[in-house]
DNA sequence: GTGTAATCGAGACGGTACGTCTCGTCTTCTG
DNA sequence: CAGAAGACGAGACGTACCGTCTCGATTACAC
């Protein structure tokens, strides 16, 4: 969010302070953590992380940028990598209880609170599509990829309707707050959603995850794009 | 959102003014679809409709119990009536399209940003849930169970996490921001997720989807708020 | 130097607090007589008057302002009126004496730091001119005409150069500090511009002073406007 | 004002650049000439000076003196010599003639500004004084003392009030700003004041002063600085 | 009709945080 | 090692809204 905080640009005069920045950066999660994003104020984090306003003004635009920094750099987890030795449909079921694990967790209110920034704040939007959304959403197109490649998923389906179909309704339950985001809730969902993505009747690459899904694939219309 | 307005409470003194109350929604409406959420003020809000501040204090706590209200009452697109004539399945195809519609619309920046404010305002997301996320869901909850008496969609589903499969993509798209809300995706996603309420094969009251789309037309209605 | 603090403007609306008007005034001034004019800041001001900020700059421009106003109503000797009693050549030497001593005092520093304001801030040295030189200038250009009528002063002095002759050394000791505004300065000082008022020499109205001023008046030049 | 900028103190390492020192007083002066004493930043004067700011701190204290050096020696006009050529009385007008041209030039606004932040700042006031108000009032004290000794003026004048007589009205138009520093004005102040520093009459040494003023020439030069 | 009581507009108020600005110091690299 | 470049801590600036309050003027019901 920080304008690339090109740290060499100058090649003159002081060089940034790794230290403050680090500061300002653990300042503004512990205390969005501690009182909730609203009530996060940029001289609060100047304060606690013994700073002055004008150093944060002058490296980021505003609070929501300090703490989409913040939360990237220091708690953001890390995406997690395809093993080869699972079977894909495991491999996202895993992904589904891991970021439901994560959004159910302390991080869950800081990144419903900078999905929130980011309808008013295109920036914020940015970083969290480019940071968050984007790697994870990557990953899992590699892998929905593989399986395709491996005949274990159906070959037609739409790649970014199906992130959105096993994702989606998990960042819904956090924000829309109408329902707990718990491991049912998750098993249910892949139950529902991998279904769609069964390689057709008659494959015989099925991973045991396919066969759990009812053994036996529906065989109905499926779009893709 | 407000004090539940009991107009009627006083019994004596000036009653409450009809039409300082509407002129207040309909600026607060106009001025967030204008400028957005966030830029919007209390000040503004008076200003346009010609009232003074006391007097959106005396019957809202803040702005966004104000916008709420005026979403509501005025933009908030009815809920669709189950229609006869077509299919469980046609019909929350149906719906999935309505509600992106909606939110591709100006609206959907509105119900994003009461959606942002729900985080921070537990009261926001309050309303929100009670008057436009719950009757959609009741709704559906309805035509779902109606699906699975008729035989039309398996009976072992989750009715929640259904729901939230079905729309909760829709809304991570218009809050992510990553990809468009158009229909084609919502082709794609509908037939993703129908794959899941199919009822097992071999099931004896239901032919495959395919056939069994038109030759079983659910009778029911629904309708709320 | 308040926008003419016109209290009763509107006619609507909650009106100005007197109270808080002159606690700002009262702040402004007591700390400017604690620390220094430069060492005042408008938020001090706000805090010990227990008043916001923005209740200030609603009424005054900046700091400058306050205390202007503050002084003017607060401190600001009164001007002292012309007795018929004495003689206008005592009078006026009463007035020199009068505004050393003002000068000397506290309120010295506080007139000088509003002059040197008035260097940097043209609506601080109109209220200055319009609120303390001009009324004094005022009163003592009557006084010299009254002179002037009765023979007691020459007919042909220039009344404008003539009060800066009288005044200007006065602020010019205050200001430039290079010498002490004392009695003996203003006796010296007396003596000296008083001869340059002598009614010429023959007058038949010479009052006590006009002789005790070595009752030889000079024939000289001299010019006037 | 600087700290002495002993130069050549160091005896070892790289001497003190003469350039930055001049290219920092220019830049200075044509700021203060440009905006305006208050509006100048020490920043600018770095930048357009093309100078660190850090360079400014090594040797002046403050803005206030890096303007007061720059004023002393860039622009400060050289003081009258005495021409013999002259009366006193002719000298004296012509050195408040001389007074008054200056301030009411650009460098008017310069010494009134630092007048004014002498008020705020002793050290200014210091500079000021010793560089600019003593050296004056030493040279003016000279010719007095010879119109004394050579019996064109009176002999119990007080000096130092004598000065403030002739000049502090000047500086009181150009501080006071009430009302203009023109030649008219300083034909009248000059003819009023002269007149309290005629011998008596009947001083056995000199004639009327109209025509002592050439029969008399002083005998004296004088110069400062 | 005449109270009585609540609403309305206008707008001042105490607060709080904003984002900017300048100060004077410091830290690093370059010439 | 002086100097440029420029980041830094400090803290005041003037602004913007917040949500509350005090006014006088305006309704409409109750008597």
């Not at 953001?76 to 449909?89: C, D, H, I, K, W």
């Not at 790649?159 to 998750?186: K, Q, S």
């Amino acid at each position: 969010v920080a304008q690339s905080a090109d740290t060499s640009a100058g090649l003159q005069g002081r060089p940034r302070s790794e230290k403050a920045r680090r500061a300002i950066l653990e300042a503004a999660i512990e205390l969005v953590k501690c009182d909730g994003f609203a009530a996060v104020t940029v001289e609060a984090i100047a304060a606690r992380a013994g700073v002055s306003k004008a150093t944060i003004y002058r490296w980021w635009p505003n609070k929501a940028a300090v703490v989409a920094d913040g939360f990237l750099e220091l708690t953001a987890p890390e995406v997690l990598f395809f093993m080869e030795t699972g079977s894909v449909r495991e491999h996202l079921k895993l992904q589904m209880h891991e970021l439901a694990r994560v959004l159910a967790s302390e991080n869950g209110k800081l990144i419903a609170a900078l999905l929130a920034e980011g309808q008013a704040d295109p920036e914020v939007a940015k970083t969290l599509r480019s940071h968050w959304i984007s790697p994870r959403r990557e990953a899992t197109r590699e892998i929905l990829r593989h399986g395709i490649e491996h005949g274990e998923l159906r070959a037609d389906i739409d790649l970014e309707a199906t992130m959105d179909a096993l994702y989606g309704p998990i960042y819904y339950r956090l924000l829309g707050g109408h329902a707990p985001l718990d491991e049912h809730f998750i098993e249910a969902l892949a139950d529902h959603v991998m279904v769609g993505l069964n390689a057709p009747y008659g494959s015989n690459k099925i991973t045991p995850i396919a066969t759990t899904n009812r053994m036996k694939p529906v065989a109905d219309e499926d779009g893709n794009r």
